[in-house]
């Protein structure tokens, strides 16, 4: 028994050595495969010498993967590609003024903006001037300096019977005499002048609210009294205004037998009269004074 198992030790110890040389000879002769080729490749970059770097590179791996061609082929297919790289280097020249034409059209895209600016700034730059012309047309509302003076106004009633009401069908023909004309309001003006120019003098009113006068159908009109009335300061001379206003409701209440009263619905008398005139000379006398203080 122990002289099978020496036996077997020494055939197992055996066989382990025999491996190991196969093991070291095949691997010798790899290596003697891969310094055949080393010089193959030295000479592949002495042939290839003044070509590009790169793709000769890419022709060495396809030459391994190709179970290491014979040198008659390396040389052939060196050639070839060398033949190739000139065609490419020929034909790259030639492509690049196709390129560069391309880029001819940039300087078109340049000048439209400054197209669309030109314009626009121009367009919207004019419209500013318009706002001087508003803050023109705002000056004229200082007008309030028209402010009215502190104004008089005198009033005459002429008041009819109460069972006897002015008719306006003899009311207007009188009225007409009288220089009256129908005007703004609805009422009766006497201007300046008898013809209706000129600036309002007095006016007159019907006593009825509201106050105008219908002179379409003044035939079917009546009334149980006017009020005369006028300003100050007047258009014209105060005192010649007054004058002609308590003329007219003297005349109207002769005609139509009425009453001429005050503002205060008094009967006037010579001492109405003296006050309404003195009334008149104190506001002429304030308006000079604010005159002279200005």
């Known amino acids: 028994m122990e002289i099978f198992l020496l036996i077997a030790g020494v055939l197992i110890i055996g066989a382990i050595f025999a491996h190991g040389l196969k093991t070291i000879r095949s691997q010798g002769q790899a290596k003697m495969k891969t310094k055949a080729v ?4 030295t000479q592949k970059d002495k042939d290839t010498s003044g070509f590009d770097d790169d793709g000769i590179g890419e022709v060495r791996v396809v030459a391994k993967r190709r179970h290491e061609p014979k040198m008659e082929q390396m040389d052939l297919n060196l050639s070839s590609q060398a033949e190739a790289a000139q065609e490419a280097e ?20 340049e000048q439209e903006p400054q197209v669309a600016k030109a314009p626009g700034s121009e367009v919207s730059e004019p419209e500013a001037p318009f706002m001087p012309s508003i803050q023109a047309e705002q000056a004229p509302e200082p007008e309030p300096e028209l402010a009215p003076e502190p104004q008089d106004v005198l009033v005459l009633h002429v008041v009819a019977k109460e069972d006897e009401p002015i008719e306006g069908a003899e009311l207007l023909p009188l009225l007409l005499t009288l220089g009256m004309r129908f005007g703004e309001m609805d009422i009766f003006h006497r ?4 013809s209706g120019r000129g600036p309002v003098l007095f006016s007159m009113a019907n006593m009825v609210n509201p106050g105008t ?12 009294g006017v009020a005369l009335f006028m300003t100050l300061p007047n258009a014209g001379d105060a005192m010649k205004a007054f004058a002609m206003m308590l003329s007219a409701a003297q005349k109207m209440a002769e005609e139509f037998g009425c009453q001429v009263l005050d503002g205060d619905r008094n009967l006037v008398t010579q001492q109405t009269v003296q006050h309404y005139q003195g009334q008149i000379r104190e506001f002429t006398r304030r308006q000079l004074l604010a005159a002279g203080g200005h």
């Open 90 to 109: 020929a034909v790259e020249p030639a492509a690049a003024p196709e390129f560069a034409p391309a880029a001819a059209p940039e300087p078109e895209f």
């Open 38 to 41: 080393k010089p193959i490749a």
């Open 213 to 224: 006068f219908d002179v379409d159908n003044m035939e079917q009109f009546n009334t149980r």
């Open 191 to 194: 201007h300046k002048e008898s």
